[in-house]
């Protein structure tokens, strides 16, 4: 991860995490894979709302381009009994 980007993550991770949703991974979206991810992003909005419009679906796949940074956090929280 580039080094501009791991001093945000860095920064975020000091915030309160409401709960300790860990363990987690932050992913970074490559320049490189727009059109993949606007698959994903559009592929999420069927999902969504199978009713959804073509412009709908349009605006999905628009999302994917809209910056030249996207990170993506995934965690698992640990559930209590």
């Known amino acids: 991860m580039r080094d501009f980007l791991r001093y945000?993550?860095?920064a975020g991770l000091r915030a309160p995490d409401h709960g300790g949703?860990?363990?987690?991974r932050v992913i970074e979206v490559l320049p490189e894979t727009p059109?993949?991810?606007a698959d994903v992003f559009?592929?999420?909005k069927c999902y969504?709302?199978?009713h959804a419009s073509e412009e709908d679906h349009a605006i999905a796949r628009e999302h994917a381009a809209?910056?030249?940074a996207l990170l993506g956090v995934e965690?698992?929280?640990a559930l209590t009994p």
Do not use: F, G, K, N
Request: hydrophobic share 25%.
């Open 66 to 68: 809209r910056t030249s």
């Open 21 to 24: 949703p860990l363990p987690y």
């Open 42 to 44: 559009e592929a999420e």
């Open 35 to 37: 059109e993949m991810l």
């Open 48 to 50: 969504r709302d199978p």
């Open 75 to 77: 965690c698992q929280p």
């Open 8 to 10: 945000i993550v860095d």
